[in-house]
């Protein structure tokens, strides 16, 4: 890999830490504000508002111009979303406007590897790209329970600048003075991603057109036959997983008594699994044998469910690292399947945001029924059960759905290899 695929990777890093590092400052700030517990799974949906209502626009304006730049100006959304937050808006509106930030990003994010790579390199890049990722996630939530730890956040505030006033009185301010300074280095490592060469389509201004654009691509994927197998494999990952990400908090308080900065820890442990998950995947499936990984996913959603009758921590963290690997390993070769159908079919950045369409759909849908479970007071172990549940059918579907491909793929080819 060159020194350009190391500055994206980094660039990636600095971004995903402090979007994962001001969620937990976000549940903190809600918890402050006595807000209800249900509304700490809707910081999720209403960060994932923009990349279902903008998937039309996103994917064009990433393919308008260089992914570095586009990449630069989205970091810059993030920042204006958390100094609202520490201007006192409400914690919903203000991540609602860092994930525009993050709507924007992703298409360039992972269709710059598109660009940038060979197809045979995809897989490989995408289990650093992922791998990176979950450990921005792990290093995220770990960063945002710790700065939120009482000892560790008297400490920053009880630190001056020689002459300078800083006004920094509150344990939210500070936390979000310093996510904002991460986004700020993600932008730095932005202006230094090397352009690709890839000739940029001028962005279409006729929202109309835009919107017909993206349905035909959303038609084409879901109908290629796997394209839409890989499509549906990251739908459903995404969503369960920014839907575990509020079960094991709330399961960490009700089964292991641990409070917000302890069970955010939790959080990345099961994001460690995910990382190797990644990295074996990387280096054990090729593009050619992707589909092969299907069942795992089948093993997670029965492996969760195994959550209900662990009551202590150091059973937990193996069983949440297990979750992870499963994860991991499933959704990496989806994930580079998929971009690869996607920049063959329609280019890059339209690929991604209609996967991105999907998957945050499913976030959407998944994290507001969480919050809709909780506010009718169904118990976390019911909702953990239900969540297996839904996760190991769903997956036992579109494996039923691959092998009926499969079956109509080979009918079609002795009827064309048949004498006429």
Same mark, same amino acid.
């Given at each position: 890999m060159s020194l350009g695929f190391y500055i994206i990777m980094a660039a990636q890093f600095f971004s995903? %830490?402090?979007?994962?590092?001001?969620?937990? *400052? *976000?549940? !903190?700030?809600?918890?402050?504000?006595?807000?209800?517990?249900? @509304?700490?799974?809707?910081?999720?949906? $209403?960060? &994932?508002?923009?990349?279902v209502a903008l998937?039309?626009?996103v994917g064009a304006f990433a393919d308008s111009m260089p992914k570095w730049r586009v990449m630069f100006i989205s970091n810059g959304i993030k920042i204006f979303g958390c100094a609202l937050m520490f201007f006192d808006v409400h914690p919903l509106f203000a991540y609602a406007v860092v994930g525009l930030g993050a709507a924007a990003y992703s298409p360039a994010k992972y269709g710059i590897l598109t660009e940038y790579l060979p197809h045979r390199l995809l897989v490989v890049a995408n289990?650093?790209?992922?791998?990176? &990722?979950?450990? !921005? =996630?792990?290093?995220?939530?770990?960063?945002?329970? *710790?700065?939120?730890?009482?000892?560790?956040?008297? +400490?920053? %505030?009880?630190?001056?600048f020689p002459v300078i006033a800083t006004g920094i009185d509150t344990t939210a301010e500070m936390n979000l003075l310093i996510i904002g300074m991460l986004y700020l280095v993600a932008s730095l490592f932005n202006l230094y991603i090397p352009d690709t060469g890839v000739d940029h389509k001028p962005l279409k201004k006729n929202p109309i057109y835009l919107i017909h654009e993206f349905n035909h691509c959303?038609?084409?994927?879901?109908?290629?036959?796997?394209?839409?197998?890989?499509?549906?494999? &990251?739908?459903?990952?995404? /969503?369960?997983?920014?839907?575990?990400?509020?079960?094991?908090?709330?399961? +960490?308080?009700? !089964? %292991?008594?641990?409070?917000?900065?302890?069970?955010?820890?939790?959080? /990345?442990?099961?994001?460690?699994?995910?990382?190797? /998950? !990644?990295?074996? +995947?990387a280096k054990l499936i090729t593009l050619r044998k992707s589909v092969r990984v299907i069942p795992l996913? =089948?093993?997670?959603?029965?492996? #969760?469910?195994?959550? &209900? #009758?662990?009551?202590?921590?150091?059973?937990?963290?193996?069983?949440?690292?297990?979750?992870g690997i499963l994860s991991g390993f499933f959704v990496v070769p989806m994930n580079a399947l998929l971009q690869h159908r996607g920049h063959i079919l329609m280019g890059a950045g339209h690929s991604?945001? #209609?996967q991105n369409f999907n998957e945050n759909l499913s976030i959407?849908?998944?994290?507001?029924? @969480?919050?809709?479970?909780?506010?009718?007071?169904?118990?976390? @172990?019911?909702?953990?059960?239900?969540?297996? %549940? $839904?996760? *190991?059918? +769903?997956?036992?579907?579109?494996?039923?759905?691959?092998?009926?491909?499969?079956?109509?793929?080979?009918? #079609?080819?002795?009827?064309?290899?048949?004498?006429?």
């Open positions: 995903a %830490l402090a979007d994962n590092a001001l969620l937990i *400052a *976000a549940i !903190a700030i809600l918890r402050d504000m006595q807000a209800p517990t249900q @509304y700490e799974p809707l910081l999720k949906t $209403f960060f &994932t508002v923009s990349y998937a039309a626009f289990g650093w790209i992922e791998g990176l &990722t979950v450990m !921005a =996630i792990i290093l995220g939530v770990v960063l945002g329970g *710790a700065l939120i730890k009482p000892d560790i956040a008297q +400490a920053l %505030l009880a630190f001056d959303l038609r084409l994927l879901w109908r290629d036959k796997l394209g839409q197998i890989s499509l549906a494999v &990251t739908t459903l990952f995404w /969503g369960a997983g920014a839907t575990l990400q509020f079960i094991v908090i709330e399961w +960490a308080k009700t !089964a %292991l008594n641990l409070d917000l900065s302890k069970a955010s820890m939790l959080q /990345g442990v099961v994001a460690i699994g995910v990382a190797i /998950g !990644a990295v074996l +995947a996913g =089948i093993a997670m959603g029965v492996v #969760v469910m195994a959550m &209900t #009758v662990i009551r202590d921590s150091w059973a937990a963290m193996p069983l949440l690292v297990l979750i991604i945001a #209609v959407l849908i998944m994290t507001s029924m @969480y919050s809709v479970l909780l506010h009718a007071g169904l118990h976390i @172990y019911w909702v953990i059960v239900l969540f297996g %549940l $839904f996760v *190991a059918g +769903a997956m036992w579907l579109v494996m039923r759905r691959h092998e009926e491909n499969q079956r109509n793929q080979d009918a #079609v080819s002795q009827l064309d290899d048949a004498p006429h």
